[in-house]
């Protein structure tokens, strides 16, 4: 269960002044609604992972002329909203003292058996968001999914990305791009080569960067979308590090 109380201040990627300054440079119009924040394409309007409202708040957002699509942080249903897409579940890690406490047994004996063959990963800066970008963007294409476009990443304001890298014989083999948004974060892109998979780069990667997170005051790691059966694999990568499973509300499209 995903503890309301704990996470009190955990506020969503999408519902950040970070967000907002790279959806704005990226041409959408973007307005804050009472604290809402809401981004218009067109004749569209999306808020996406918005809580504490229910369905009376939630009607008042869509008063414009155009149409409305919101996805709520928890469940809400009745007169006037139309679901769309079924909810979606998040892993949301509460970033603890002892980050390894929560760790699955599994989890945590392969990354004990990486950290001891020596691996060995670092921060980095803009060459590797470029080299990162090109490397998951080519992944993408392979598997077909949908993320959010390169130029979001290269939008989003200064100090706001977390870069780590894995390098083999000199050559770019891994990395992972974190968005930090207040006491927040939010795990926004990752690729790993065969032979970083099989030396179980990503789990030292993700560990180091948690406790550098940590360190400089992040409270919470949203770790993305948990699908069990398109990507069971990495569902338990998530789940593995303790991380909370957050289920959110029904995408609707609204009437007021």
Request: net charge positive; with cysteine.
């Amino acid at each position: 269960m995903f503890d309301c109380g704990e996470t009190a201040a955990y506020v969503p990627l999408q519902q950040s002044a970070v967000y907002a300054a790279a959806v704005a440079s990226c041409g959408a119009r973007v307005r804050w609604l009472d604290g809402v924040l809401a981004v218009e394409r067109g004749p569209l309007r999306l808020i996406s992972r918005v809580g504490g409202l229910d369905r009376a708040g939630l009607r008042q957002l869509a008063r414009w002329p155009g149409a409305t699509v919101v996805t709520p942080e928890d469940a809400v249903a009745g007169f006037g909203l139309v679901p769309l897409v079924t909810p979606m579940h998040h892993a949301v890690w509460s970033l603890g003292e002892d980050l390894r406490a929560g760790l699955s047994g599994k989890w945590r004996n392969r990354l004990v058996a990486a950290e001891q063959s020596g691996v060995r990963v670092r921060r980095g800066g803009q060459a590797v968001l470029e080299a990162l970008l090109a490397a998951e963007g080519a992944q993408r294409r392979q598997r077909g999914y949908r993320a959010l476009p390169e130029g979001f990443s290269r939008a989003l304001p200064d100090g706001a990305l977390r870069l780590w890298e894995w390098r083999q014989a000199g050559a770019f083999g891994a990395g992972m791009a974190f968005v930090v948004h207040g006491r927040s974060a939010t795990y926004h892109l990752g690729w790993a080569s065969q032979a970083a998979k099989a030396a179980g780069v990503h789990g030292v990667m993700l560990m180091r960067a948690a406790e550098a997170l940590r360190a400089e005051g992040v409270r919470w790691l949203d770790l993305g979308l948990v699908d069990t059966e398109a990507a069971p694999g990495l569902a338990r990568f998530k789940l593995g590090t303790g991380a909370h499973l957050r289920r959110l509300g029904a995408t609707c499209l609204v009437v007021p």
